[in-house]
């Protein structure tokens, strides 16, 4: 009996309004029906369009504004993705490429249904999954098409595998990443040094082979074409087989954090087998990334100068990674890894623990390479809080045997230094010029440096002042010719030395 009522219930209801069950094919221009296909196109600054649908023998226009909550085509299509029903599944993709594919898949009814969609457009952002149904107001102002096509579920799969040929050449591949990303976050590269000025909002990246700067592509807060967005594609979203660990002495959404670490990065590795794949990125921005959030990048930070260094390493160097990160004791904000990557790596386990290096030695030296062949050399020097060494001359200088130029914010204590014969510090005169955009040391976060002649540039997380001598620090240290000639330009004018 009761079944017979909630029949009839849905009849009525079916009835009088309009028919609530949820579909998987595409609909009448009022969404009060089954078709075979709809087009509809949208010209930039209107709120409706016109629509197409079978026979196709003249355009309709659109019943209703594309945001509305009902009564329309797109709306009654997208309700099982923006709603909840057990027998109408999907997969969608989405970014703010034009040409983006949107996917809904086939039903999991068992009753015998064969039917699905594919919903082709050119919205960002769009649709929302498992929310209340809307569009994006501020794509009003663009002309856009929104195609649906009724199929068999028979059709997905030859769908589903040109898609991802289209997809990964028109525009990037939607996987998420555990790779260094070419400037527009088109295809995998070994490394990626990025370099923004102070009041820039893009700055220069350096990609290989490093023979010379080439313009930032996007706004580094803009949600799509960019290298680092790409990198952090799993950082802000979700994704099961990407993982990772950030580290930040000014954490996004923490408030008080109390370290003496100024370390700030994050590495990703792929934890499907057998891929042997991970990222270490290195940077210098406070409050970045945000995980599981949409990407952004903080707008206060648009006014200093900063670094963001990936470099693409195999899972094997993560743990050496770990053991230079131990001296430091950075901040761990996020850690997804699983507990069988880290109880396999001992000093991985004992950063994420919060632990630090409590018995000698308290400065080490750590050697990594990237996963290219030939792979690029990159040395980690790091020391504790314990250590009473600055890491400027007593560890990096005195390794590398050779002079260095400094460029860093200074302090009145800590000078330039030329007593010792081959191993002088000399630092870098301020303003500098990079890639004809200019950086000065009040608004420049970052330090780095290079030898006075050799292929070898260094990033370090602490300026060059006494204080370091008390404090842990860490310094990435890559062995390239290119990336040493792009800084050696910079670092053509040193202030005198006595």
């Known amino acids: 009996m009761m079944k017979k009522l909630a029949l009839l219930l849905s009849l009525i209801h079916c009835t009088l309004y309009f028919c609530a069950a949820q579909t998987s094919k595409c609909q009448r221009a009022d969404g009060g ?12 600054g209107q709120k409706r369009g016109s629509i197409l649908i079978p026979p196709g023998a003249a355009w309709v226009v659109y019943p209703a504004d594309l945001e509305n909550g009902a009564g329309h085509s ?13 027998n109408k599944k999907f997969f969608a993709y989405n970014n703010a490429a034009p040409g983006v594919v949107g996917v809904k898949t086939k039903s999991n009814s068992k009753a015998p249904a064969d039917e699905a969609a594919w919903i082709v457009h050119t919205v960002p952002g769009y649709p929302k999954p498992k929310v209340a149904y809307t569009f994006p107001a501020s794509e009003y102002a663009n002309g856009h098409l929104l195609i649906c096509l009724t199929i068999a579920e028979s059709q997905i799969e030859p769908i589903a595998l040109l898609l991802s040929l289209i997809h990964c050449t028109l525009y990037f591949c939607a996987a998420q990443t555990s790779k260094c990303q070419q400037a527009d976050g088109a295809g995998n590269v070994d490394w990626a040094i990025l370099y923004k000025p102070p009041g820039q909002k893009r700055g220069s990246l350096l990609i290989p082979p490093g023979a010379a700067w080439e313009g930032y592509p996007a706004d580094l807060d803009a949600g799509a074409g960019h290298s680092f967005l790409k990198t952090f594609e799993s950082v802000v979203g979700a994704h099961n087989n990407k993982k990772f660990f950030a580290y930040n002495n000014a954490a996004p959404g ?8 100024n370390s700030k990065g994050v ?5 499907t087998a057998p891929a042997d794949e991970a990222a270490w990125i290195v940077h210098t921005v406070p409050g970045y990334p945000k995980p599981k959030v949409a990407y952004t990048f903080p707008a206060s930070e648009y006014a200093n100068g900063h670094l963001l260094i990936c470099l693409t390493i195999a899972e094997s160097q993560i743990e050496p990674i770990a053991a230079a990160l131990l001296m430091t004791s950075p901040f761990i904000y996020y850690n997804d890894v699983p507990d069988a990557e880290v109880n396999t790596r001992p000093s991985l386990k004992k950063v994420l623990s919060g632990e630090t290096a409590l018995k000698p030695p308290f400065s080490a030296k750590q050697n990594i390479k990237t996963q290219a062949n030939p792979s690029v050399p990159v040395q980690i020097f790091s020391k504790s809080e314990r250590s009473k060494y600055e890491i400027y001359q007593k560890l990096i200088s005195r390794q590398l045997k050779k002079t260095i130029k400094v460029w860093s914010r200074r302090d009145k204590k800590l000078k330039a230094n030329c007593k010792i014969p081959g191993r002088h510090i000399l630092l870098v005169s301020t303003p500098i010029d990079v890639n004809t955009q200019a950086s000065s040391l009040e608004k420049d976060a970052t330090n780095w440096l290079i030898p006075e002649n050799g292929d070898i540039f260094c990033t370090v997380d602490k300026p060059y002042a006494i204080s370091q001598k008390y404090e842990p620090a860490v310094a990435v240290c890559i062995q390239l010719a290119n990336i040493f000639a792009r800084f050696s330009t910079i670092a053509a004018k040193v202030n005198s030395c006595s």
Do not use: C, M, R
């Open 33 to 44: 029906g089954n078709v075979d296909w709809a087009i509809l196109y949208k010209p930039p």
């Open 74 to 86: 797109f709306w009654k299509t997208f309700e099982s993705v923006v709603g909840a029903h057990n």
């Open 254 to 261: 923490v408030v008080g954090v109390k370290t003496k670490s």
């Open 267 to 271: 590495v990703i590795l792929d934890i």
